[in-house]
């Protein structure tokens, strides 16, 4: 199976899937840090995939999305954006009200 296709059935197969460095529980850089803490703080589920076990996705997903940086957030298989982006979102209120609408 080629990357893109690995990338297709990871973001179908997850409501909300985040792709960072590290994990949830340790974070390698800040920006996936801060965003797994807005997530955290809104209490939704959600999937990640570390992108430092798998080097084919982390340079495939660039491409893919064409968005060069990690962490990626997408939501019901749409990229919602990166650190900067989830943050400004979660402090609006807009990602927690993206969130119940998309898990209801």
Do not use: H
Request: a negative charge.
């Amino acid at each position: 199976m080629d990357v893109k296709t690995r990338i297709k059935d990871q973001i179908g197969s997850n409501e909300v899937l985040l792709y960072m460095k590290g994990t949830p529980d340790f974070p390698q850089c800040g920006f996936s840090g801060q965003t797994v803490a807005a997530l955290n703080a809104i209490g939704k589920p959600y999937s990640y995939v570390n992108i430092f076990e798998d080097p084919e996705i982390r340079e495939g997903l660039k491409e893919y999305s064409n968005w060069p940086t990690f962490p990626q957030l997408y939501v019901k298989g749409e990229l919602i954006g990166g650190c900067d982006i989830v943050i400004d979102m979660y402090q609006s209120g807009e990602l927690q009200k993206l969130l119940e609408e998309s898990l209801a």
